[in-house]
């Protein structure tokens, strides 16, 4: 989504600046005046929108404004949790299903990326992805460890990867995949409206009211939006009706 993302910002006006690295926001009277790059360029604007994680945006605000009453310090109490993605080569077809969730087991989700050879399901090889959230036990594990947990839970849950040969595998940990969504959370999660007049935060650890995820990003991008255009005398709805709760959620919401 990289691709058409870049087109239709290139196509509005916008520059996007790839390899740049933000290290400095600068803040004068509750209002960012000017943002420094990592080649000493100095941009300036009406508003400022940070869609970094918590710990980078930490890293770019004057310390004064973080131990400030803003409530820029909560962005210190933020935990991260890991992601482990696992991919495995097989000989053969081992599942006809495009996607499977599993419960209860160590593995979460497989993803069925079909035969290297034929993108259809047809071919004879084939190439699984598999997906391990809040993978915290696996971080001290060896690739070749974490290959051999999942292939027990596979031989289990689809039998023809009994019989099949692994012809390869990739591992990949990612340590600080996202935010740590744990109980009291949103304590902590700031709103896109900042403390500092013209700087709005974006980003799934924002309070969206949602884990972070995809949607929840793109719902803070969204509310940052209507903040701005609210701002400029064009105030608009622009973020999506959230899904209704269902009625069993509703239920153990009260308690
Ligand atoms: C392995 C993995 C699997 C996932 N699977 C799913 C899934 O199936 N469904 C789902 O909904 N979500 C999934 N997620 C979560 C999803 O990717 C995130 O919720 C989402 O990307 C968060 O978007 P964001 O814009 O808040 O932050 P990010 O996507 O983290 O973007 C932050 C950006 O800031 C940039 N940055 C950091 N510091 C600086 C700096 N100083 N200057 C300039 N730029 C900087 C980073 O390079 C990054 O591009 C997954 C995440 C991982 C890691």
């Given amino acids: 989504y990289t691709e058409p993302c870049l087109r239709f910002l290139t196509r509005h006006g916008s520059t996007v600046r790839l390899r740049s690295t933000a290290t ?3 803040v004068a009277s509750r209002r960012v005046c000017g943002i420094l790059l990592n080649d000493g360029t100095r941009l300036t604007g009406d508003y400022y929108l940070s869609s970094l994680p918590p710990d ?3 890293k770019l605000l004057p310390e004064e404004v973080v131990d400030g009453s803003g409530g820029f310090g909560s962005l210190r109490h933020f935990e991260t949790s890991p992601i482990t993605a696992i ?4 000989d053969r077809q081992v599942t006809q ?3 499977v969730a599993l419960l209860g087991r160590k593995i979460q989700w497989i993803f069925n990326k079909a035969s290297s050879a034929d993108s259809s399901l047809g071919g004879e090889d084939s190439y699984v992805g ?15 460890a974490i290959v051999e947990m999942a292939l027990d839970d596979l031989r289990e849950v689809l039998p023809s990867v009994r019989e099949a040969a692994v012809l390869g595998s990739v591992v990949i940990k990612e340590p600080s995949a996202t935010f740590s969504c744990r109980a009291g959370c949103d304590e902590i999660r700031p709103k896109q409206k900042s ?3 013209n700087f709005f935060i974006s980003g799934d650890w924002t ?3 949602w884990p972070p995820t995809m949607e929840g990003a793109v ?14 005398g064009h105030a608009s709805s622009i973020l999506q009706p959230d899904l209704p709760t269902a009625r069993l959620s509703r239920w153990i919401g009260r308690f």
Avoid: M, N
């Avoid at 598999?130 to 070749?144: D, E, F, I």
């Avoid at 719902?219 to 400029?232: D, N, Q, V, W």
């Fill in 24 to 26: 400095r926001l600068e």
């Fill in 219 to 232: 719902r803070s991008g969204y509310r940052c939006a209507e903040l701005i255009l609210e701002r400029e």
């Fill in 97 to 99: 299903l495009k996607q």
């Fill in 87 to 90: 991919y495995l080569w097989f």
């Fill in 56 to 58: 980078a945006l930490l």
């Fill in 195 to 197: 403390a500092l007049e």
């Fill in 130 to 144: 598999l997906v391990v959230s809040a993978s915290r036990k696996l971080l001290p594990l060896g690739p070749s």
């Fill in 207 to 209: 309070a969206t009211g």
